[in-house]
């Protein structure tokens, strides 16, 4: 399974960014699909994930100001991004499970700086 994430930029704060997601198979295979952020020196840290069902769950520190949603008929995840903090700024990696099985895109940079 390939992972493809795109949308990453820079902005300023208090800025939007939509991140997108594509895979090489179809989403129906998937349970859930998410977000993962990461800084240098630190750990990956859960932005934000989504199953199924569409039953989404948000790390607190995005919590209404992220938004995370699945189409399973145009095959593609999207973080839709609000109200950008530079804390925000990280690589953002996007994932799907499948069969107990985390596979992992290659990131986007989201850099939030005036």
């Known amino acids: 399974v390939q992972l493809q994430a795109s949308g990453g930029g820079q902005v300023q704060p208090g800025g939007s960014l939509r991140l997108s997601c594509t895979a090489s198979?179809?989403?129906?295979?998937?349970?859930?699909m998410g977000w993962y952020r990461q800084t240098p020196g630190k750990e990956r840290e859960l932005v934000a994930t989504?199953?199924?069902?569409?039953?989404?769950n948000y790390a607190d520190a995005v919590k209404g100001r992220f938004t995370i949603s699945r189409d399973a008929a145009k095959n593609i995840l999207v973080l839709q991004m609000t109200s950008l903090e530079p804390d925000d700024t990280a690589v953002y990696y996007c994932?799907?499970?499948?069969?107990?099985?985390?596979?992992w895109g290659r990131g986007t940079l989201v850099t939030v700086s005036s």
């Open positions: 989504v199953t199924s069902s569409s039953n989404a």
């Open positions: 994932t799907a499970t499948r069969l107990a099985f985390r596979y």
């Open positions: 198979r179809s989403f129906s295979s998937f349970s859930t």
